[in-house]
Structure formats: structure tokens, C-alpha cells
């Protein structure tokens, strides 16, 4: 009875160096990936490699059937790929929001690749890099505790690492991975046959030396550093005789057409390293710009109770000192995780109480991160460049995301909002706090006379510093013709300037031929 059942127990290959050998064939080729440095995470393939090991020796040592296998497989790999890739994203942040934002971008990634946009984002390289190797782990474990088989082993993951380096061989010692993995994976075939014939010697009571094992790979590590010596020569070999070299060149192009294939298939991908440019850095020059264009900068969900009367505003940065152009003296930073956040503002009797969430998705690649009034808790972790005034208040010039965020990717803020109205602001006076006045009211010493004759017409009749803002604004948008970006200066060999005979206004003319006529001097400082 206890024979018949153990007859029907299906043999398994359980075998702890072949284990061991295909451990290091599959570091090999996730290395040989990580080596590449294409993009920032592919360091995710390891735990996947290793995790998508264990699953495979687990499933094939079980009594599954191989399409039951197969299922289990996908189950794990759904929960295990996104798993790591949302680690990626660094600590303290909500796994639904970590979903929610890995969703968001590849549905950024396949728009753009649907109105045949260069992708922006890597994000889709690493989902297919973690999905190449967990299916090479998983299939190799299986592969060998089920079946023992070398070439389902070695030919996956042999093919995905030529293929890897064919896109990286720049560097003549990366090719040392390559030899590392045709080492061990000839010695994982001498392994696997040594188990086959000494099962079948089994079966039919042949006598087995001891020490066969150890003689058999004694005698598989010479044959292997022998073949690797005649492959690592063989190109040379090719290259002294011309008959030889007709021969490799027909071997090669197959390989040659497979891999012009791929680059067209991957000339995208190959090229987005994900560059996030901000366009709100630590300076802003003036007319320098972006042009005005329709691309979704972000979505955000706002509270949907708030205080009556209350509008949004966005700010990206807060710019403090003008010389020739805006800059930002805030620059001391300060690293928060999420849930640590302690700011504490100064105090304005028009903000509403409470705190209000909002949730922003991007629509482009940001670091420089969009937020309303007063931020006391971000759910990423991010860099803060601020200043504290003396009573330990924050002066908050920008928060930034670290790492900085893809398109499509969402994070959540709470702050404070301020419902200042009219009425207040022009109440509220003069008596402004020293560190507002030492740092927002500084004027450049390039103002002209001409330019404070001009503010002080403007201001005239104005009774609250409010009003006068109001009243240079109007100005500003009665008299100043708006331009997206301010050209860069043209080569100039010679010029003149007048004035217009037929206006009485500024004329000047340019050589090479080009007239600029009828400037208002009125706008203009003295040339």
C-alpha cells in the first residue's frame, strides 16, 4: 500500500548546488540590467528576482498542475511587481495613493505613445523590466525543480541578457557579465545531466561511485573554461581569416535584424530618462519664459465645503529679492517625511479655520510642487526652502518633491486657506513686521527717477497701500502690451535713434535693415 502511494508522488529535482548555480546565474542578469544605469530604480529587479525564485522552487516542488501553477504565478506577480515598484516612491506615503499615482502614469505613458509623443517618463520600463524578471525567475524555478530541464533555464534569461547588452557594450568590462553567466550556466547543464543520469542509474540499480558527483563537475568546469576560451577568441579568429569571417558575419545577421528590430520598437523608451524641468527655479528672468501652450500642467480636487467667499490660489514659489530679474534668498532647506510635518506660519486673523484637503494629479513632470495658501502636511516626502524668522515662524519660499514627480502621479496636501477680503486689506495698515519689510521691500539700486516719478503719479490720490496696488495694476494692464517671451538680442553692426518725424516718438534703425519705430518715450527710461 505505502509503495503504490509513493509510486504515484510525481518525481521532483530537488537539489541544493543547482539551486545555488541558478541563484547566481539570475544575479548575474539583473546586474547586468542595473549596470546599464538607464534610468533611476532598476535596482526593483533584485527583489523581484529573488522573490520570483522562491516562487517558482515553491511552485515547482508542489503538486500543482502546471496551468494552476501558471495562475498562482500571475496572482503573486500582480501583488509582488507593483509592491515594489510603488516602494520606489519612498517612504511614508499611502499605498492608495501610490496605486493611484503608478496608474496615473502609465495612462500618461500610453496617451503619449497613442498621439505618438515622446514618453517622458521611464515608469514603463520599469513595469516590462519588472515583469521580464519575475517571468525569467519564476519560469527558471520552476523549470528546475519540476522538470530539471537546462535549456527552459538558461535560453530566457541567456537571450534577455544579450539582448541587454547589445544596447549597452560600450564598455569592454561589462562583457564579464556575459562570460560570468555562459560559466555558470555551463556548469548548471553538467549539473542538471549528472541528476538526470544518476536517476536513471537509480531506477535500474546501477552501482554509483561516491565521488562520481565531484568527478563529474571537476570534469565540467575544465570543459567549461575550455569552451568559454574558444568562444572569447573566436571573433578574433574571424577577423585573421577571411573564409572565417564571411562565416561569423552570416552568423551575426540574423542577430543584426533582430536587434534593428528592437530599435524601433524601443527607440522611445530608450530615450525618456524622465527629465523634470521646473519652470519656477531659484531666479526668474523676466520675458525669458515658456511659450503659452495648452499642456496640462496639473488637476487638483478641491474641498468641497469651504468658507463662503473664499478664492484659490496656486503658488509654485515665492520670489523675495529683484536685481535685474526675480530671485529667491529662501533658500535654507529642510527634509520632511509625510506625517512629520510641524510649520508654523505666522498668525493672520483672516485665515478660516480649519485645515482643507486638496488632491492634485500632474499632467507633466514636476519637482517644484503647486500647493494653496498655507501647507501644514504633504503626503510625499519633500524638501522645504524657507526661512524662520526670529520667533521661529516659516517664511515658505517652495516645496519640492523628492524624488521629483512624473506625470500622472498624484499627492494630497492639507492647508490652511485665507479669506482676507477687501474691507480687511485696506485696513490693515502699515505696521508691517521687520522681517516683512527687510525682506519684501527692498528696492534695486537700478530704479531710475524717472521710474519712482512714475509710481508715485500712479499712486497719487491712493489712501492704503492695498489701493495702490490696485491702482499700478489697472495701469499695468491699460499701458503695457503683454508678450509671451521677450526675443533674444539680434547681432547688431550699427544703429541710430531719433525720433519719428511724423509721431514726435522714439525711432530707432538698426544695420542690418531693420526699423523699430514709434516707442513711446513714456515707457522707456532716457537712452
Known sequence: MNESKTSNIPHRWWDLPAIFILLIILTTAFSRLVATDWTPGLIVTRYITYLGILAGLALGQSRFSPKFAFF????????????R?????????????????????????FGQLSRQQAVTDSFLFLVLMGLLFWVLSVYAGYSLTRYAHPWRIILPTGAAMVLIHSYDAYLTSRAWYLVIFLFFALILIARLVYLHNRNRWRQTNTYIPPYLGVDFVRIALVATTILLLLTWTTPAIADALPQAEDVWQRIKQPWNELRNTM?????SLRS???????????????????????????NVLVPEERPEGVRFY??????????????????????????????????????????FPFAFTLGTPLSTLPTPHQVVWVSRPIKLELEFNEN?????????????LRAGETYNI?????GATILSMRNAGTNYPEWVTERYLQLPDSITPRTRQLANLIAEG???PYDIVVAVTNYLRNNIEYTETVPPSLPIRSWSIGFCSTCSKVSVTIMPPLKLSCLDPSAYPPV
Open 314 to 355: 496656486w503658488r509654485s514659489r515665492a520670489y523675495d529679492y529683484y536685481e535685474n530679474g526675480w530671485k529667491s534668498t529662501l533658500l535654507t532647506t529642510e527634509l520632511i517625511d509625510p506625517d512629520e510635518t510641524s510649520l508654523r506660519y505666522p498668525d493672520s486673523e483672516d485665515n478660516a479655520p480649519g485645515l
Open 414 to 418: 492639507r492647508s490652511s486657506l485665507n
Open 392 to 404: 521661529g515662524e516659516a517664511d515658505l519660499a517652495s516645496i519640492r518633491a523628492t524624488p521629483p
Open 72 to 83: 498562482l504565478a500571475t496572482i503573486y506577480g500582480a501583488f509582488v511587481i507593483p509592491w
Open 272 to 298: 525618456t530618462v524622465g527629465i523634470v524641468s521646473d519652470y519656477y527655479g531659484p531666479n526668474l528672468s523676466l520675458g525669458r519664459g515658456n511659450r503659452m501652450t495648452d499642456t496640462l500642467v496639473f
Open 85 to 109: 515598484l510603488g516602494m520606489l516612491m519612498g517612504e511614508g506615503i499611502g499605498w492608495q495613493e501610490r496605486l493611484i499615482s503608478m496608474g496615473g502614469r502609465l495612462q500618461t505613458i
Open 263 to 267: 530599435d524601433n520598437a524601443f527607440a
Open 462 to 464: 491712493q489712501e492704503t
